[in-house]
């Protein structure tokens, strides 16, 4: 059973997050699926993957085409998992996602832009819906150039603070502390 991750974007737009998300799902060997709510997000983020760094290389597809089952990461309004083997859905656009595919995935990650209300709104619609039905789901907030646990940002007195640290560690590949938050690596297994 899979989990939610909501990205809250408020430093790097999405055409620079979604790569790096999916270069970290190609890492973990996932094949992906993003779906957007039309043509023209589509369209826009086919072009930034094709015009990427130099060093670095994002194969994927747009859905329609004849070699949508081979594609390691595929972009359409309506796709789905089952349309090339995907282990994670990404969301962007606020295109929908339901419970049963967050079940049946490794992972879902829905990026919305922190600086529209109307995108905030609702990626707490889709929080409350999915949470709602049984999902795990966490919530990933970026600041100061790293992803954070929101909830992680008080202080804590050294006691509590390892015990968090040994919990975290558990999970992420890093731990970092900015500014008296617990930072981790914001993609792990």
């Keep these: 059973m899979g989990a939610a991750y909501f990205y809250h974007l ?3 737009p999405l055409d620079q997050t979604l790569p790096m998300l999916l270069e970290k799902s190609l890492q973990a060997g996932w094949r992906v699926v993003v779906r957007g709510p039309d043509e023209g997000l589509m369209h826009h983020l086919d072009l930034k993957l094709w015009q990427g760094a130099d060093d670095s290389f994002l194969p994927h ?4 085409g004849a070699q949508d089952a081979l594609q390691p ?4 309004l309506s796709v789905t998992a089952a349309d090339n083997g995907a282990s994670c859905l990404m ?3 606020g295109a929908d996602v339901s419970a049963e595919e967050v079940q049946a995935l490794d992972r ?7 600086l529209d209300e109307q995108a905030v709104q609702h990626a707490r619609t889709q929080w409350k819906a999915l949470t709602g039905a049984g999902c795990a ?3 990933w907030s970026e600041e100061s150039g790293r992803w954070v646990f929101p909830e992680m940002r008080r202080t804590y ?3 509590r603070h390892r015990a968090l640290q040994g919990a975290l560690r558990a999970r992420t590949n890093r731990i970092f502390l900015v500014h008296g938050a617990l930072v981790c690596d914001c993609f792990h297994r």
């Design 10 to 12: 408020t430093r790097a």
């Design 61 to 64: 597809g747009v859905a329609g």
């Design 91 to 93: 969301s962007v656009g």
């Design 137 to 139: 789901a966490q919530y």
């Design 108 to 114: 879902v990650c829905i990026l919305f832009d922190g």
């Design 73 to 76: 990461v595929l972009l359409g």
């Design 157 to 159: 007195d050294n006691g």
